[in-house]
């Protein structure tokens, strides 16, 4: 009997729906949530797939999963590939493939961690930062800060002026943030992206968190959906969300790194959690029972 292990941390409606639809399916594949207590090396593990929800905030978690893939485990998503999650190098693989993105910067840390000692550690870095410039080539204000590693909306800033900025800026600490361009848009998209096949279109309210059914003209449907799936084949991610900018007709890839998405059926709505529960139990059985191999960095 092939297994599927889920590791999730505080959401409550997306696994326990999931492993039941995979255990009612009677398909030779049982899912259950993994219980880990401590990993020796090279210790073989039990699961044909795993589901990572969590392992971004538990580093244990990120160990064992890259384990797990040596092992020949089949980790949705791929722990290797989470080193890609940041919002600088979301917008220039955009721009890579030929996908619109906001301009963006990315800017030196505010504060550093003990033992930088700033003239010494730090002489590469510019005094002071051409803020000026940046702020032009981006177009000018408004302009958005926010959290190069973050999610959630937690840490996002819309700033209309220098001072505001630096004022941002300067409570930023430890994290490395990002200046981009503000879109002005007419419609706002979350997209959820399962297998690298199936695109879930859905209209998004950001300012108050709501899922609705799109508007989309069949050929902006069309293109949102292809663009997506671009972008989740050049990540390799197996479960993802796209948020799309819509401005003047041109959809503008705002943030694709949500390598653990949101599910939960109190803020998608009934709907886009079944869809996310039936497609995400049709994609893990099949790589249970079909097992591939997993890209990696390394060589064993």
Known sequence: MKKIGVIVGREWSWPPAFIEEVNERNEGVVAEYAKLGGTRMNEPCPYAVIVDRISHEVPYYRSYLKNAVLQGT????NPFMWTADDKFFEASLATKLGIHSPKTVVLPNKDYV??????????????PIPWAEHVDYLGGFPLVLKDAHGGGWKGVFVVHSMDELFARYNESGLLTMVLQEFIRWENYLRCMCIG?????VAKYDPVNRRYLRHDLTPEMHERVVR????????????MNTIEWAIRDGVPYAIDFMNPAPDMDINSCGYEYHRWCVEKMADMCIALAKSPCPQPTPYRA
């Open 114 to 127: 003990p033992g930088i000692v700033h003239n010494e550690s730090l002489r590469n870095l510019m005094y």
């Open 227 to 238: 663009e997506s799936l671009m972008l989740v084949r050049a990540l390799g991610y197996d």
């Open 74 to 77: 089949y980790v949705v998503n």
């Open 196 to 200: 690298q096949e199936h695109v879930y």
